[in-house]
């Protein structure tokens, strides 16, 4: 059985993913450029962050601001942004926007798939 089927089976959701490429030309007159966007669809499972994992993950955050998703595909964190203006994958969830800062890959039991925590954007 592959994660994907697991997710789907527990209840998982379909969100959109806007995945944001490097800018072509970082700045212009002293101003990060954005690059282009894609859109893709994953399905995941969605939990918030407990007490204790928002102290240590998203420290400073309020409890409804920070996710867990439990997915098959793989979603990018920010990379070098200072230089090329790459930020992580934007995720819809309930209409909010979350911008994945970290991502864990996890396998065991013939199954392999990723943790990643999204915080919320603005």
């Known amino acids: 059985m592959s994660i994907a089927a697991i997710v789907s089976g527990l209840g998982g959701t379909s969100l959109t993913v806007t995945r944001r490429a490097a800018a072509v030309t970082p700045y212009v007159n002293g101003v990060a450029q954005a690059g282009s966007t894609s859109t893709l669809t994953i399905n995941a499972l969605v939990a918030p962050l407990n007490g204790e994992e928002l102290r240590r993950e998203a420290p400073g955050r309020s409890s409804d601001d920070a996710r867990w998703l439990m997915t098959g595909t793989a979603l990018l964190v920010p990379r070098d942004v200072a230089a090329n203006g790459q930020g992580g994958d934007l995720v819809s969830i309930g209409g909010r926007s979350y911008e994945v800062s970290k991502v864990e890959t996890f396998s ?15």
């Open 108 to 122: 065991g039991a013939g199954l392999s798939g990723y943790r990643a925590l999204a915080l919320l954007v603005g």
